[in-house]
């Protein structure tokens, strides 16, 4: 029989706000435990809380981006259960009213865009972490998370593949790191994935049962977990067995999924309107004033690129998979005067290749786009060569100086004197007559030799294109 994968993310995406959902505990990551908490986190007798205005900013400006219904009116509710790290007993988050309503997201995949639908996506609070390694037969509390605002985004089943469903959340996480509302951070638990998961006969339209895998927090386990529990459900079901709706967590280490508890329905959790908090109302005026501060979002970005820039996809691709990538690259073609080919291929290239190697964002590049420019502008003009850049860019990369200092400092200007280069290539020619008469008998490839040895006794400082030409000349 053949089996289809029915799949569906609920994305928990941690608002880059500097306090708390409901009070003005600091979310700055790293802090000492327990140290981040305060008494409106704890749900202490007496306090109450009260709503961020800048999550709810961030929710309507993701709801845009995805062209979503933003609902003029949602209700924060209290899910009730019980868990070490909920102090409170109860999470406040939204339910029947989310501020968000069904929206949108495209993504491709093997050449083909394929439309993902978001049924909802809804604020509410974090719980906080249980830390196992530092007890021995202990379990420790660290409620720094505790009120830490998320929005969950919840998408339609409609992914057939892991591959699907990674192309989706990678959409996903490049579009709230555009908007500004997540930093993305999947190490640190900022962004990360709640996968469900069922199979069915293929041309079957009912569901199979699913299983719903937690807390994945990286796009290569997303695809390791879906396609282990795919294969576990079809094996299952045609070796006699039945799939339980239950909740699985990923063993990466083993590469498989293992049951967590049983899944709960939401009447478990008897949700209730929380009466500490007001109804959020979100009028016209305020998407206006939110939709004013909308970036370029990545697609028309990528568009516009190809465009403008006549960049390829592949540079394209690179170059918008991040903003401050993307600024980067455009602040170096502005700076530098020079083909915007040429500054992509800077930056996809010798930058990136430098950035992965040291483990640095762009963000953190110890070569300013300023500084990147300037080395740039010296090829545009021939003051030096490729080749000489790239050993400037390296003497940038380890210092401060700029392109102009070191090439000054290091007497690395282009030679374009045409006296220098003719002298060199008549040594050249004369002290190797056996490559000489190859070339002149046909075999073009020994060309090369000749303008490497040319190169070599001028250190890479003569200027290609006149060492081309003259060489051809002198080889008639």
Not at 123 to 138: M, P, Q, Y
Not at 265 to 272: G, K, L
């Amino acid at each position: 029989m053949e089996w289809e994968a029915v799949i569906g993310l609920e994305i928990h995406t941690q608002l880059a706000t500097k306090s708390k959902i409901f009070s003005g505990a600091s979310t700055a990551y790293g802090a000492e435990p327990n140290t981040q908490a305060c008494a409106v986190d704890l749900g202490l007798p007496g306090v109450l809380p009260v709503l961020n205005e800048e999550a709810v900013r961030m929710a309507v400006l993701f709801g845009l981006a995805i062209e979503a219904e933003v609902a003029p009116y949602s209700v924060f509710a209290r899910k009730n259960y019980f868990y070490p790290d909920l102090p409170k007993g109860y999470q406040i988050s939204q339910f029947e009213l989310p501020i968000v309503g069904l929206g949108h997201l495209d993504i491709d995949v093997d050449g083909d865009r394929k439309r993902i639908g978001v049924t909802r996506a809804h604020l509410e609070e974090d719980a906080g972490k249980s830390l196992h390694e530092d007890f021995h037969g202990l379990t420790g509390i660290d409620l720094n998370r505790a009120g830490t605002p998320l929005l969950e985004i919840v998408s339609e089943p409609d992914m057939r593949s892991a591959k699907e469903a990674v192309a989706y959340m990678r959409k996903l996480h490049e579009l709230v790191r555009y908007l500004g509302i997540c930093d993305g951070n999947m190490q640190e638990g900022s962004f990360r994935c709640d996968a469900n998961v069922s199979v069915r006969p293929k041309g079957q339209q009912a569901f199979g049962t699913r299983a719903e895998i937690k807390n994945i927090n990286s796009f290569r386990f997303v695809e390791k977990a879906i396609n282990y529990e795919i294969e576990r459900q079809i094996d299952l079901i045609e070796s006699g067995g039945e799939v339980v709706q239950e909740t699985r967590l990923y063993d990466a280490d083993k590469d498989q999924t293992r049951s967590m508890r049983s899944k709960e329905e939401a009447n478990d959790y008897r949700y209730f309107p929380d009466p500490d908090l007001l109804p959020v109302v979100v009028d016209e005026a305020f998407k206006a004033q939110v939709k004013a501060t909308m970036p370029e979002l990545p697609d028309a970005k990528k568009q516009r690129f190809k465009d403008q820039y006549g960049l390829d996809d592949e540079s394209t691709a690179i170059l918008t998979s991040s903003r401050p990538l993307a600024d980067y690259f455009e602040a170096v073609v502005k700076e530098s005067a020079c083909e915007a080919r040429i500054c992509a291929n800077w930056v996809t290239g010798d930058l990136s290749a430098a950035l992965n190697r040291s483990g640095l964002e762009i963000t953190d590049s110890p070569v300013s786009h300023e500084r990147l420019a300037g080395l740039l502008a010296r090829i545009s003009d021939n003051t030096i060569s490729g080749k000489i850049a790239k050993q400037v860019f390296e003497e940038m990369w380890q210092g401060t100086a700029s392109a102009d200092e070191i090439i000054e400092a290091k007497g690395l200007k282009q030679i374009t004197d045409t006296g220098a280069i003719e002298a060199i290539i008549d040594k050249i020619i004369a002290n190797n007559p056996e490559q000489v008469e190859q070339y002149r008998s046909g075999k073009d490839k020994v060309f090369g030799f000749f303008v490497g040895q040319v190169m070599k006794e001028m250190q890479g400082k003569a200027n290609p294109g006149e060492v081309n030409k003259m060489l051809k000349d002198k080889l008639k």
